[in-house]
């Protein structure tokens, strides 16, 4: 959601755009396709809800690098960079939420 709000300010700025948006939508396109395959894994054995978070990651982490990588190589290099940045700033505040907000999920009785 964050990624979206800023699109505006990013342009003002004259940001590279192609790198803005190519970062934010591999990271919005991975972070619903991780959300979806995580809620899939709940309701089975903890064996096979570590493998597919493990997958999960894994696969994020090598589309979003791909995307870069493509990214940087096809264009400019400062479309690379911003698509980099976008990507560090995402995790990063999906990281912080994720640890400040997955406590009080485990502590929630469940029926």
């Keep these: ?7 505006p300010f990013v342009w003002l700025a004259g940001g590279p755009m192609l790198g803005f948006t190519v970062g934010a939508v591999a990271w919005i396109v991975t972070r619903i396709i991780g959300a979806v395959i995580e809620r899939q894994a709940r ?20 589309v979003v690098g791909i995307a870069i990588l493509v990214v ?31 406590p009080s999920e485990r502590n929630t009785q469940r029926p």
Aim: aromatic share 6%; charged share 15%; net charge positive.
């Design 43 to 62: 309701g089975r054995e903890i064996k096979t809800q570590i493998a597919l978070n493990f997958g999960v990651l894994m696969g994020r982490v090598w």
């Design 72 to 102: 940087g190589r096809t264009a400019e290099r400062a479309d690379g960079l911003t698509a980099a940045l976008v990507a560090l700033v995402a995790f990063t505040l999906y990281l912080a939420t994720s640890l400040v907000l997955r």
């Design 1 to 7: 959601m964050l990624l979206v709000l800023a699109a």
